[in-house]
């Protein structure tokens, strides 16, 4: 079976277009097996196509056995997780690992706890360049990337909000 | 108490007869709904992950060890939270029955006056 690899940068907001994508490749033929940090691996099968979907949780084998029982195959976790399924399109129609706005926004919030958390980690670690600030071609080039990162994160905090709002939203019309 | 969702609510359902493993609530309920409600297992892994935080439901006691079959039961608390929510939808629904009907009965009023103005 012939395999290759694609480089792509997705932020963790945009986890839905990572979904649609992955989907659309295996429509096409190309089912990822494999995920390395911005690296995804496929493998070429015309005959197979598969409906993708990730998932942020803190998972355990109930949950991996629960959604293999739901037709769901495990296919990878990142950073413990962010977990990758895949079913065939043919068996799965058009089930999802969710079934209620609800538990997409709630989805959404754990993953702004999550980041949060590093965030504010990264801030603490960060401090001491402030604290020791002495000008050098070195603190500046520092201090330029910490600033880089922070509004970084601070885009993905607002990306994650609306996502939020939008399925919680969409539960108040249910 | 805040009215439940509708996913929670059938979680509940399903667990007032017998208690069950997380897909076997997932089977129950498309039983029960006669095919029309297949909830997700993200969203019922969530459901049950609340549930269990609210002491609405627990693991049952013998089967604690089995890490992937956990069975899952109504704590009273559970039983009582479901009754409560029952009691508000069949209230709403017995409320919606009577003004249905009120105009049904409205209607057949006019008609009969209807019919006698001619």
Not at chain 1, 52 to 68: C, H, I, R, T
Not at chain 1, 140 to 154: E, G, K, M, N
């Amino acid at each position: 079976m012939k395999t290759f690899k694609k480089f792509k940068i997705s932020l963790a907001n945009d986890m839905d277009k990572e979904e649609q994508w992955l989907t659309e490749m295996s429509a096409k033929g190309y089912h990822c097996y494999k995920y390395r940090p911005f690296t995804y691996y496929f493998e070429e099968d015309p005959t197979r196509s598969y409906v993708y979907q990730v998932d942020f949780q803190s998972s355990n084998d109930e949950y991996f056995e629960l959604y293999k029982q739901a037709g769901w195959e495990h296919v990878h976790t990142a950073m413990e997780s962010f977990h990758y399924f895949r079913a065939p399109k043919d068996v799965i129609g058009d089930k999802r690992i969710y079934s209620d706005p609800t538990s997409i926004k709630n989805m959404y919030q754990r993953m702004l706890m999550f980041y949060s958390i590093i965030f504010i980690c990264m801030l603490v670690a960060q401090a001491g360049l402030l604290l020791n600030w002495d000008a050098t071609f070195f603190s500046i080039l520092s201090l330029t990337i910490v600033s880089a990162v922070i509004i970084l994160y601070i885009y993905l905090f607002i990306r994650l909000l609306q996502k939020m709002k939008k399925y919680d939203k969409q539960s108040h019309i249910n | 108490m805040q009215p439940l969702s509708e996913s929670t609510f059938l979680v509940l359902l399903a667990l007032t007869k017998e208690p069950l493993h997380g897909y076997g609530i997932i089977k129950k309920i498309e039983e029960y709904s006669g095919g029309d409600i297949v909830l997700a297992p993200g969203t019922l892994y969530g459901i049950l992950t609340n549930l269990q935080k609210q002491k609405l439901i627990e693991l049952v006691t013998a089967e604690k060890e089995s890490r992937q079959k956990k069975i899952y039961r109504l704590t009273d608390d559970g039983q009582t939270s479901f009754l409560h929510e029952y009691d508000r939808l069949k209230k709403m629904l017995t409320i919606s029955d009577d003004i249905l009907e009120g105009a049904k009965k409205h209607e057949n009023v006019q008609e009969v006056q209807n019919l006698f103005s001619e």
